[in-house]
């Protein structure tokens, strides 16, 4: 149940944490899209989510279907009736974690990643073609940074846990997302990469080549 932020009381943040198997299920393009959807813009129907994607209403069910089967949505039984079946996102976020995984498991938590970010870089590219449309304060609130460090593993584990716990706090004080923002809000994202930096290589110019 969504709290005011005035009241400093904090919502509780749902999450899932699918095994392989789902990961596999859910790493479909459109179905994380759709579930994408569910969540930010609220519960829709099939037909909804077709017109809203391009897509066909049968196309839609079968992804929608696939997607309750593995926990990720359920239906909306509150809203609408026998003809047209509403759906919503069963949690707000999704939760998985590669490190310790290995074989066909890695693979399926890799194959997520992935599409994680390819969906990222969509939403940065989409993020640079409107910049211009933006009023200033929406540009002075807006960046594109990265950061050098010298960390041990412990180090670099510790740092993105202190990020993540800031985050976290931040949305807990937030309403669900299909909730409409206050006048003067935005749905604002915080898009969080970490990683060994790996050298950068460039390729040779002609005059290297033999």
């Given at each position: 149940m969504p709290r005011s932020r005035k009241t400093g009381i904090q919502r509780e943040i749902s999450r899932i944490a699918p095994d392989p198997t789902a990961l596999k299920a859910l790493v479909h393009p459109e179905r994380l899209r759709m579930l994408g959807l569910l969540r930010i813009e609220g519960p829709a129907t099939a037909t909804m989510i077709a017109r809203r994607m391009g897509l066909s209403s049968g196309s839609t069910s079968y992804h929608l279907r696939q997607l309750a089967r593995f926990g990720f949505i359920e239906t909306a039984e509150d809203l609408g009736d026998r003809r047209d079946r509403w759906w919503r996102a069963a949690h707000d976020m999704t939760q998985y974690d590669n490190a310790e995984l290995s074989g066909d498991d890695l693979e399926a938590?890799?194959?997520?990643?992935?599409?994680?970010?390819?969906?990222?870089?969509?939403?940065?590219?989409?993020?640079?073609?409107?910049?211009?449309?933006?009023?200033?304060?929406?540009?002075?609130?807006?960046?594109?940074?990265?950061?050098?460090?010298?960390?041990?593993?412990?180090?670099?584990?510790?740092?993105?846990?202190?990020?993540?716990?800031?985050?976290?706090?931040?949305?807990?004080?937030?309403?669900?997302?299909?909730?409409?923002?206050?006048?003067?809000?935005?749905?604002?994202?915080?898009?969080?990469?970490?990683?060994?930096?790996?050298?950068?290589?460039?390729?040779?110019?002609?005059?290297?080549?033999?």
């Open positions: 938590g890799l194959a997520m990643t992935q599409a994680i970010i390819s969906s990222h870089a969509r939403q940065m590219q989409s993020a640079l073609e409107t910049y211009r449309a933006l009023p200033t304060e929406w540009r002075r609130a807006s960046t594109a940074s990265d950061y050098l460090f010298s960390l041990t593993a412990a180090d670099a584990e510790t740092l993105i846990g202190k990020l993540e716990n800031l985050l976290m706090e931040e949305m807990r004080k937030s309403p669900p997302s299909e909730h409409e923002a206050d006048r003067g809000k935005k749905r604002f994202t915080i898009l969080l990469h970490a990683f060994p930096f790996q050298e950068l290589v460039i390729a040779p110019g002609p005059e290297a080549q033999e």
